[in-house]
């Protein structure tokens, strides 16, 4: 191995150990490691400036894990920069929230980390604690002003504890008074959001505080989901708050039509009563509505897969493109590439296996090419070699363009 290479590789080395102690919490040997990286900056600069590839430095993974004690060294005595941010825009503490961690959430906040500060995808450290569940944290974080209706891309708090079924967290949220009838671009809201996680108890909780039963995403109404899902007990609930059995999805199929489908007995008894009559139905019963809509579906299956043949058959009718030859150095590379990435593959070291392919991505890329032709067979091979391309691109800052001679 070539002298700078070597270099590189022990760096590495160090970097990972490093922010391997800041995941332990293990101040002393932090210290230590950090020592045997500083190159001149004394440990205040190596510290601030070791991160991995996602921008994530050692008081990020060190709030990630809980590791509060390692976070007053890092923010009292080194001056880490309490509300530093990694790639994706997360801060301490919203790392820290996350994974519940309510004493080191509290200490970062009394040393001036802004709990409402949003990641790049405009989630807070609250969407982050209510959406799994960390009642603690979320408790902490409204107490601090936090505020409850904020909306990332994929919401707001309540929608995201809603759809995940943390019926703890939406009660509290509700008792802040968050926005029942709150929308996503795409039009979703708590209520659905509840109903497409089967989470019966906060279906309750929002219908009892007035959530619209009708709401609409697209077409779809919180009954049609139900429905389509089988859940007799949510349907039971909303029926009785005055959900729409006649609402039609963009196939124009209601609500019973869809428990039908989804061959739930005792959702389509439920729907019965209230539906009327369609016409189309030869038998309106339990089992007549069920036998009708289960034959559609296998006719609409059929219909599918014969359509799949004949794009498959007419894909085949269409000459290939002549492939050019491989080379026999450019076989080995592709041979030792694929050696090494299903060894990593086998130790599940996918961390390893991604560092090495994107240091020389364009000869990744060309090693996938070989690799694909070595072994047409391996999806393991196609998808890491593929991934490993976007990374290295993403990582090495290089235009999308840049790769595309190797990949004709």
Not at 138 to 147: E, M, Q, T, Y
Not at 298 to 304: D, G, I, L, S, V
Request: hydrophobic share 40%; with cysteine.
């Amino acid at each position: 191995m070539a002298p700078d290479a070597t270099h590189a590789l022990a760096v590495r080395e160090k970097v990972q150990k490093f922010l391997q102690a800041a995941c332990s919490g293990d101040v002393e040997l932090f210290k230590k490691l950090a020592k045997q990286l500083d190159d001149g900056k004394g440990l205040a600069g190596t510290v601030a400036d070791v991160k991995d590839a996602n921008k994530r430095g050692a008081l990020i993974f060190a709030a990630r894990e809980g590791k509060t004690e390692l976070c007053k060294y890092l923010v009292e005595e080194l001056k880490v920069d309490v509300n530093e941010k990694d790639e994706e825009g997360e801060t301490p503490v919203l790392h820290a929230a996350r994974h519940g961690h309510t004493a080191t959430v509290h200490y970062l906040i009394e040393q001036g980390a802004d709990p409402a500060t949003p990641s790049a995808s405009g989630a807070t450290a609250l969407h982050h604690a209510a959406g799994n569940g960390h009642i603690e944290v979320v408790k902490l974080l409204l107490s601090k002003g936090v505020n409850v209706d904020f909306q990332s891309d994929a919401g707001t708090p309540l929608m995201w504890a809603a759809g995940l079924g943390h019926e703890d967290v939406v009660e509290v949220l509700l008792e802040h008074g968050a926005n029942l009838h709150a929308q996503t671009d795409d039009d979703n809201c708590p209520l659905i959001s509840a109903v497409a996680a089967n989470s019966l108890p906060c279906v309750e909780l929002l219908v009892k505080a007035g959530a619209n039963v009708n709401v609409k995403a697209g077409d779809a109404t919180p009954l049609l989901i139900a429905a389509h899902n089988g859940s007799t007990e949510i349907i039971n609930c909303l029926l009785q708050a005055g959900a729409d059995p006649n609402a039609e999805d963009e196939d124009g199929n209601k609500p019973i039509q869809l428990a039908a489908t989804s061959g739930s007995r005792a959702a389509v008894e439920a729907l019965l009563a209230v539906t009327p009559r369609i016409q189309s139905v030869p038998e309106w019963s339990v089992d007549g509505v069920i036998e009708f809509m289960q034959s559609e579906y296998r006719r609409e299956q059929e219909r599918e897969e014969a359509g799949r043949k004949a794009n498959k058959s007419r894909e085949a009718s269409i000459p290939k493109k002549d492939l050019p030859e491989v080379t026999p150095e450019a076989k080995k590379k592709a041979a030792e590439a694929k050696a090494r990435g299903d060894e990593s593959f086998k130790r599940n070291d996918i961390a390893t296996a991604i560092d090495a392919y994107t240091q020389r991505f364009e000869e990744a890329a060309t090693a996938f090419y070989e690799g694909v032709h070595l072994d047409p067979e391996s999806k393991e091979l196609v998808t890491a070699f593929r991934e490993a391309v976007e990374a290295g691109r993403k990582f090495h800052g290089t235009d999308k363009n840049s790769l595309s001679s190797s990949k004709s």
